[in-house]
């Protein structure tokens, strides 16, 4: 009996870690969202509840429904299509490439996963810039550039998070094509499927699963993405045609000192993130295969 | 040249494979090429004097670069704060994670499959979003700029992530050599600690590694919570480095971001000789 009571004693430093810095983050925030807390000016003395108003203010501000879109849009470029078909893409090259090809190519996709953020803000500053790399290249083709960081922010900062994040997918990919019994994929071939068509209707749908998982980490961790944006565009003329959810938060917050409704504006994000976990959670329904 | 690969490929048992080998070959490659321009361009950058923006071949090379960014107060100190920082929030989520994996994977308890649950859904939550409450938190409780308190945050945003890939992996170990432990009678974290762990070491490595890779580039975390230069990591003071020199030193940005990116690389290289690759992480994924 002892013995089932202190069973569960090893999740106690976990659970109190997460209740402290996670819960207890977020249940702040349903409190701090409707009030009117600022750093300076009126809310800055007493913190009054203000009900929805912070919510109303949002949904009718056109700098609110910018975000949201720039949000979507460079989550479904960056994530959806940019890291997910790409590393789907090199996963699926990777089986018939030579060894060495396929060693050196993983390694350096890895490589561009494991450097740190704002070092990859930075190498993309330089390539995509007004001097940089790309537009000496199309120089060289005798396409006319331009600054892309201005002229295309979103482009830019989503093209540097598709090759930030690509790597994901492709070990996600790679360790579930790997684990598809040669013998299917060659049953389908012996009864004449090839190409397209096997890839379509044989392996993909044994991946589904590992699809839809990747799609729901790779989706989120682009929700959150702030640092390599931050560092990209920042705050400068370009920052509004950048400007995704967590950058106008941040602005809001703590450009603007207004507290309440930038943590209206982070709850707003964080049940978006609720939504999109929840969905995917379903669809992974790890209750079936654990324990 | 077209044709006769194409005569070849129709000879063969299996048509297409040899086009589609060279394909795979080529597009591989291609991507490699896409993917190495911005690494190279901070290395030629960080060995020029002078550079440009563009990836060019250094006219000649030098260290003056580095010799001017190896100060105590431009690298070193940075580098050092984000090694206590990232590596001490690595050691807690890693003993938190063991901990909590154990009864998650050996156990049938009640609350198992809610907790799991609860584990999977926070890996979710942006962390990013709950900044602004966190700001709000550490000014109540007089934490801004506290060092043990921002590791202890870090280590959280780690932990849901690092509990679940522990539980998997600890899942692929047999539970037989325990039971009988149990039976001789030794509690659970004496099975833990002499049986489970030294047969899942290269699992509690792969956590590790990847937790503190992660957090090693968190940027958001420090920036917000520690305000004073001298406390801050490398994250955050490579993004002041702009303003210091007046103008953009791109030479020396260059070999700051290559020192300060210098322990993850070795890490990564550490990962993939002796573990197997970061592949074995990539299985865990799965769910």
Redesign the interface.
């Known amino acids: 009996m002892l013995r089932r009571a202190?069973?569960?004693l090893?999740?106690v430093?976990?659970?109190g870690?997460?209740l402290?810095?996670?819960a207890?983050?977020?249940l702040?925030?349903f409190y701090?969202a409707f009030t009117d807390?600022a750093l300076t000016g009126s809310g800055a003395t007493g913190n009054e509840f203000v009900g929805f108003d912070n919510f109303a203010k949002a949904f009718s501000e056109p700098a609110f429904a910018n975000a949201v879109f720039l949000t979507l849009l460079f989550t479904l470029f960056s994530a959806v299509l940019g890291q997910n078909i790409?590393g789907m893409?090199?996963a699926?090259?990777?089986?018939?490439?030579?060894k060495i090809?396929?060693a050196?190519?993983?390694?350096?996709?890895?490589?561009?996963w494991?450097?740190?953020?704002?070092?990859?803000a930075?190498?993309?500053t330089?390539?995509l810039?007004?001097?940089?790399?790309l537009?000496?290249v199309l120089e060289f083709l005798r396409i006319p550039g331009q600054d892309w960081l201005y002229s295309n922010p979103i482009l830019a900062v989503s093209i540097a998070n598709v090759?930030r994040g690509t790597?994901f997918s492709m070990?996600?990919y790679?360790?579930?094509l790997s684990e598809i019994p040669s013998e299917i994929e060659e049953a389908a071939?012996v009864d004449g499927a090839?190409?397209w068509w096997r890839v379509w209707h044989v392996t993909l749908p044994m991946i589904r699963?590992?699809i839809m998982?990747n799609l729901?980490?790779i989706t989120?961790q682009t929700?959150?993405?702030?640092?390599l944006i931050?560092?990209m565009v920042g705050e400068g003329g370009a920052s509004g045609k950048a400007q995704t959810l967590?950058i106008y938060?941040?602005e809001q917050?703590?450009k603007f000192s207004q507290?309440g409704y930038?943590?209206a504006v982070?709850?707003i994000?964080?049940l978006v993130?609720?939504i999109?976990?929840?969905i995917?959670?379903r669809l992974?329904n790890?209750?079936k295969e654990?324990? | 040249m077209t044709a006769t690969v194409g005569g070849r490929v129709r000879s063969t048992a299996?048509?297409?494979v040899v086009t589609?080998?060279i394909v795979?070959?080529l597009?591989?490659?291609l991507?490699?090429v896409a993917?190495?321009?911005?690494?190279l361009?901070?290395l030629y950058?960080s060995i020029e004097e002078g550079p440009?923006?563009?990836?060019s071949i250094p006219t000649s090379a030098s260290f003056e670069n580095f010799r001017s960014v190896l100060n105590t107060d431009t690298t070193y100190r940075p580098i050092l704060n984000g090694i206590y920082l990232s590596g001490g929030a690595t050691l807690?989520t890693v003993?938190?994670?063991v901990?909590?994996a154990?009864?998650?994977s050996r156990?049938?308890?009640r609350?198992?499959?809610p907790?799991?649950?609860t584990i999977?859904?926070?890996?979710?939550?942006?962390?990013?979003?709950?900044?602004?409450?966190?700001?709000?938190?550490f000014v109540q409780l007089d934490l801004i700029d506290s060092v043990a308190g921002t590791t202890?945050?870090m280590?959280?945003?780690g932990?849901?992530f690092a509990?679940w890939l522990m539980k998997n992996f600890m899942?692929g170990v047999p539970i037989d050599l325990e039971e009988a432990a149990w039976v001789d009678g030794a509690s659970?974290?004496k099975a833990?600690w002499h049986i489970v762990l030294p047969l899942m070491w290269p699992g509690v490595a792969v956590v590790a590694i990847f937790t503190f890779?992660r957090l090693?580039?968190?940027?958001?975390i420090p920036?917000?919570l520690l305000l004073s230069p001298d406390l801050q990591p490398?994250?955050v003071t490579?993004?002041t480095f702009f303003g210091q020199y007046g103008g953009v030193n791109?030479g020396r940005?260059a070999a700051f971001?290559v020192m300060?990116?210098l322990p993850?690389?070795a890490?990564?290289i550490l990962l993939?000789r002796k573990l197997g690759?970061?592949?074995a992480?990539?299985?865990a994924?799965?769910?």
Request: charged share 10%; hydrophobic share 55%; aromatic share 14%.
């Open positions: 202190t069973r569960g090893p999740l430093p976990s659970v870690l997460l402290v810095f996670l207890g983050p977020i702040y925030c701090a807390m790409l893409i090199i699926f090259s990777m089986r018939r490439t030579n090809v396929r050196v190519v993983g390694s350096i996709v890895i490589g561009a494991v450097l740190p953020e704002i070092v990859a930075y190498m993309w330089a390539v810039g007004d001097e940089g790399t537009n000496r090759w790597a070990l996600v790679s360790a579930a071939e090839t190409g699963r590992s998982t729901m980490l989120l929700l959150a993405v702030f640092g931050y560092a967590p938060m941040y917050a703590f507290i930038g943590t982070a709850l994000l964080l993130g609720a999109f976990s929840l995917y959670m992974l790890p209750g654990a324990t | 299996r048509p297409g589609s080998r795979a070959n597009l591989l490659v991507i490699g993917f190495i321009v911005p690494m361009w901070v950058a440009g923006l563009a990836v807690i003993v938190c994670a901990l909590a154990y009864p998650l156990h049938k308890m609350f198992n499959r907790f799991l649950m999977l859904f926070s890996t979710g939550l942006p962390i990013t979003a709950v900044m602004v409450p966190v700001y709000g938190l202890l945050f280590a959280t945003t932990l849901p509990i899942d659970g974290m833990l890779i090693w580039g968190e940027f958001f920036f917000m490398a994250s490579i993004f791109y940005l971001s300060y990116s993850v690389v890490l990564y993939s690759g970061a592949f992480f990539g299985g994924l799965k769910g």
